[in-house]
């Protein structure tokens, strides 16, 4: 691309969140947009995703914005005409007697949004998963309206929808740094080969990668890579369509994949591992590995013939909070969307559609959704954004 080009805006990034900040600017005509992502689209942590759709947060902002996703995603093949991979599977949370209280609290909260969700009893999740063991669950949430989707075919979408409109799209476009004019303004971006793109503004939504470019225009972004292994098992017959289970007495999460598979992910974050996203093994430890076999053997006692068929490792973009920066940065010129914390493919069409607002008109008309939650300065002024009711032993992801 040519150094000499200005435009009003550059999205450093072309993963999922990018790619729907550039759709949602195309969407209220804001077409003078460019996304630069410096290997193929969707290509870094964005392809990692389990793809877990569900509204079942503890801070309502977060919950309402994943319900709007969940609009979005219900009507993909009405807006986009791709489906994104979406199985409206449901979505099931059950505690132990000691997060009963929470869940009940979050479960009140969230009906107030109007999120489609209800408690339901044992007997209930027994006719839609007969295979669970059930015992140490004292209380379930049920929303028939969560499932599955696919993060890589989202970001397509995105992609596609945002082209059609005009966005223009370079790929194998790497960033170096930021660029800095009069007042420390970012002006624009320097790419790896020494040229310039000009911008009125950068937008950062490079996941784990944001902290060492935005240090480059002198903003410290506090997100780490944390390590998420997931494990593929083969249960030695197809697994039926179940919803999705997310495990808060045993901590885990069960998907069922297109093929029958399961998918097992961790719940307790207790004790994080980091990593550096260039350079990881891409398969998951034994001791996880063991670890999934023990909770798994647990929660599916009579598997006719496990095996695990696969690993993957991919890397949460964490803040301190767990909960992602959206908006302006100290610096004029810079916007941030980056922190996603494993809650970014769920909230993507909202993050879209929070950031354009707030980059075209300053505010958001999102329902349920307080912009200032997700501030950079929360952190500085010591007010992370919290559940007031989280789940004992799940860390802060909820």
């Not at 890589?152 to 945002?162: C, E, Q, S, W």
């Not at 179940?242 to 961790?266: I, K, Q, T, W």
Request: proline share 7%; charged share 20%; with cysteine.
């Amino acid at each position: 691309m040519a150094g000499s080009e200005t435009h009003n805006y550059v999205i450093v990034g072309g993963g999922l969140e990018g790619l729907a900040i550039a759709w949602s600017l195309a969407e209220r005509g804001e077409t003078d947009v460019v996304v630069l992502e410096r290997d193929t689209l969707c290509s870094g942590m964005t392809g990692k995703s389990s793809g877990v759709v569900r509204c079942h947060y503890g801070v309502p902002s977060l919950a309402a914005m994943a319900w709007y996703g969940v609009d979005v995603f219900t009507r993909a093949r009405e807006l986009f005409g791709d489906d994104m991979g979406f199985q409206q599977c449901g979505y099931v949370v059950g505690v132990g007697a000691e997060n009963v209280e929470p869940l009940l609290a979050n479960v009140a909260m969230m009906r107030g949004l109007g999120i489609e969700v209800g408690l339901v009893d044992h007997a209930a999740i027994r006719e839609l998963w007969p295979a669970l063991y059930l015992d140490d669950f004292a209380a379930f949430a049920y929303e028939p309206r969560g499932g599955r989707g696919e993060a890589y075919l989202a970001g397509m979408a995105f992609a596609a929808a945002a082209r059609a409109l005009g966005v223009r799209i370079a790929q194998g476009t790497a960033v170096r740094e930021l660029v800095l004019g009069a007042g420390d303004t970012v002006t624009g971006v320097r790419l790896a080969d020494g040229s310039e793109i000009h911008a009125a503004t950068v937008i950062l939504a490079a996941g784990p990668w944001t902290p060492a470019l935005a240090a480059s225009a002198g903003v410290a972004v506090d997100v780490r890579a944390q390590r998420a292994q997931l494990v593929l098992v083969d249960q030695g017959v197809p697994t039926p369509p179940v919803p999705v289970l997310s495990d808060l007495a045993g901590l885990s999460y069960l998907c069922r994949e297109p093929n029958g598979e399961l998918l097992v992910g961790n719940s307790d974050h207790q004790a994080p591992e980091y990593l550096d996203p260039d350079n990881y093994v891409n398969r998951a430890d034994e001791s996880t590995v063991e670890k999934v076999i023990g909770k798994l053997g647990h929660r599916l006692p009579d598997m006719p013939d496990p095996r695990i068929t696969g690993s993957y490792v991919g890397a949460y973009d964490v803040t301190p909070d767990y909960n992602p920066i959206i908006g302006p940065s100290p610096v004029p010129g810079l916007f941030l969307a980056t922190g996603f914390s494993g809650h970014g493919f769920k909230i993507s069409p909202a993050v879209g559609r929070l950031a354009a607002d707030l980059l075209t008109t300053g505010k958001t008309d999102l329902p349920g959704v307080d912009p200032d939650d997700f501030r950079y300065s929360r952190f500085a002024e010591g007010a992370p954004l919290v559940s007031p009711h989280p789940y004992l032993g799940a860390g802060e992801m909820r």
